[in-house]
């Protein structure tokens, strides 16, 4: 048992990735869902010129992935709590250093990285302890970039009902900007990641902050 808070049934919500990790992949998922985050965020590290990440709820690893070829980083990360999910990643570069811990305790040293990243994983995560977790292991003025989906638009209000709301919680904009600033961070942007669809469809929001 993990010895970091959680959010309620984390273990099951895991579990289920290893299952959807099998069609996670397909194009079209990818490029209407989780393509142009993954670009929103490699473009907010090339400008930044950072050079030690780590991808938090990575998935089947492709931003990570993304990260180690398009800007050959000193060193990256790729973290997720499913065995299923990071078998698929393992599979994509060998580059990578893909670890099976959960975002709020991911054991690596104080200051091991540069920038936390982390795409439509958030909602899943303690979100406390997973931001105190981030601020852990950022150097001082690291760079913190979340994307998830605004539970404001009509679309992702469907995604959290009540009964959920334990298992997995999409913090609105205002929500999160609190959060995060409240963990020891300053916001330094947040606005909706640039797609080629109705906002109202994918409605998710970058928040780009700085480790105090
Ligand atoms: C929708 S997928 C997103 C994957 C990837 N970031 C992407 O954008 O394609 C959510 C991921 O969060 C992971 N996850 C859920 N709770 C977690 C936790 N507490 N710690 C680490 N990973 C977690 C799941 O295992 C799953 O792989």
New binding site residues.
């Given amino acids: 048992m993990p010895h970091a808070p959680?959010r309620a049934l984390?273990s099951l919500?895991?579990s289920g990735?290893n299952r959807l990790a099998r069609v996670y992949n397909t194009p079209l998922v990818q490029r209407v869902a989780?393509q142009p985050p993954q670009d929103e965020i490699i473009d907010q590290l090339r400008r930044a010129g950072i050079r030690r990440i780590a991808d938090?709820?990575?998935?089947?690893g492709?931003?990570a992935s993304r990260i180690q070829q398009e800007l050959a980083p000193e060193v990256v990360y790729g973290?997720?709590?499913?065995v299923g999910?990071l078998r698929q990643a393992k599979a994509r570069s060998p580059e990578v250093n893909w670890i099976n811990r959960?975002?709020?305790d991911l054991g690596l040293p104080d200051g091991a990285v540069d920038a936390v990243v982390?795409?439509?994983?958030f909602h899943?995560?303690d979100h406390a302890a997973a931001l105190a977790e981030f601020h852990r292991i950022l150097a001082p003025d690291g760079m913190l970039a979340i994307v998830l989906n605004n539970p404001r638009s009509r679309f992702a209000r469907l995604l959290q009902p009540q009964p959920i709301q334990h298992v997995a919680y999409f913090p609105s904009p205002a929500e999160m900007r609190l959060l995060v600033e409240n963990s020891g961070f300053r916001v330094t942007e947040q606005r909706p990641v640039r797609r080629p669809l109705p906002d109202a469809l994918v409605p998710d929001v970058v928040t780009v902050a700085r480790r105090i």
């Fill in positions: 959680t984390n919500v895991t990735w989780y938090v709820g990575c998935g089947t492709i931003l973290c997720d709590a499913s999910m959960r975002a709020e982390s795409t439509h994983a899943f995560f």
